[in-house]
């Protein structure tokens, strides 16, 4: 694994897309396109809304980005998924940055709450999650709240998002 940092340039991040970062079968971050993620500012074990650490990520937005086009023609916005899938990104990464073992996958989340939009207008888009829980059995699992703005306002949030990391079975 490696040294255990407080932010990650993007070249740091696609080191983790690429599975290098926390070694083969841990936790990892999808390759662009599906990475949501273009650098995380700040992560601690301590803190955030709950004490029990939280995550910071950003994300540059620019006109000719893949979903813009197709969602909706003539009317462009990012789909609220891919800002759902960033949190969850954004959570498994954070596991993995724990030292905690697994392939990471998104599992559920609860209530999510839609107030604005991403539109090739804006510039960025900032991820943030806030662990409220993480349990490290033989399932470890995160539950953080997490929040989306476009260039500072408040676009979305969701509650009780849920991830958890995977070990491989072994065979014999």
């Known amino acids: 694994m490696t040294e255990q940092k407080s932010s990650y340039s993007y070249e740091e991040i696609l080191t983790c897309g690429r599975g290098e970062m926390f070694g083969p079968g841990n936790a990892q971050l999808p390759l662009p396109p599906m990475l949501m993620i273009h650098r995380i500012p700040e992560i601690s074990e301590e803190g955030g809304e709950f004490g029990k650490g939280y995550a910071r990520?950003?994300?540059?937005?620019?006109?000719?980005?893949?979903?813009?086009?197709?969602?909706?023609?003539?009317?462009p916005v990012m789909p609220g998924c891919l800002g759902l899938d960033a949190l969850w990104q954004l959570t498994g990464f954070f596991l993995g940055w724990l030292g905690e073992p697994g392939k990471?996958?998104?599992?559920?989340?609860?209530?999510?709450?839609?107030?604005?939009?991403?539109?090739?207008?804006?510039?960025?888009?900032?991820?943030?999650?806030?662990?409220?829980?993480?349990?490290?059995?033989?399932?470890?699992?995160?539950?953080?709240?997490?929040?989306?703005?476009?260039?500072?306002?408040?676009?979305?949030?969701?509650?009780?998002?849920?991830?958890?990391?995977?070990k491989e079975k072994s065979e014999g």
Do not use: Y
Request: hydrophobic share 45%.
């Open 57 to 75: 990520a950003e994300f540059d937005i620019t006109p000719d980005l893949w979903f813009f086009p197709c969602h909706f023609k003539g009317d």
């Open 104 to 166: 990471g996958r998104a599992l559920s989340t609860g209530e999510v709450k839609f107030t604005g939009q991403v539109t090739p207008a804006t510039t960025l888009v900032e991820f943030g999650i806030d662990f409220k829980r993480v349990m490290r059995g033989r399932l470890v699992l995160g539950i953080a709240n997490g929040w989306v703005k476009a260039d500072g306002e408040t676009v979305f949030t969701a509650n009780d998002l849920r991830v958890g990391l995977f």
